[in-house]
Nanobody, 122 residues
Framework: QVQLVESGGGLVQAGGSLRLSCAAS????????MGWFRQAPGKEREFVAA????????YYADSVKGRFTISRDNAKNTVYLQMNSLKPEDTAVYYC???????????????WGQGTQVTVSS
């Protein structure tokens, strides 16, 4: 059974930084692309960033481009999301997910973590 466990969320002031981690187990981590998504209260879950199985390719939502960086350490079965210059509108529950298919297609993500709360105060 695949397990994805996020950590690193918390409360931060606008302009601050946080680094989220997602530890994976139960499948060959290095064989799958990974993504981060977020869901704010009253809104649908949206894509944030994705990284290919090798870490060589990354993809970002326009809203976070230049501020967030996704990376992975296949030796540690962990994917990270470094979030800088945080804004109040980044407040959401952040989820990591894995996909055996295209990292560009949300419908291909088949396993999800339980999420970690990020709150950015103004």
């Amino acid at each position: 059974q695949v397990q994805l466990v996020e950590s690193g969320g918390g409360l931060v002031q606008a302009g601050g930084s946080l680094r989220l981690s997602c530890a994976a187990s139960g499948r060959t981590f290095r064989s799958y692309a990974m993504g981060w998504f977020r869901q704010a209260p009253g809104k649908e879950r949206e894509f944030v960033a994705a990284v290919s199985w090798s870490g060589g390719n990354t993809y970002y939502a326009d809203s976070v481009k230049g501020r967030f960086t996704i990376s992975r350490d296949n030796a540690k079965n962990t994917v990270y999301l470094q979030m800088n210059s945080l804004k109040p509108e980044d407040t959401a529950v952040y989820y990591c997910a894995s996909t055996p298919g295209s990292m560009y297609l949300r419908r291909t993500y088949d396993y999800w973590g339980q999420g970690t709360q990020v709150t950015v105060s103004s």
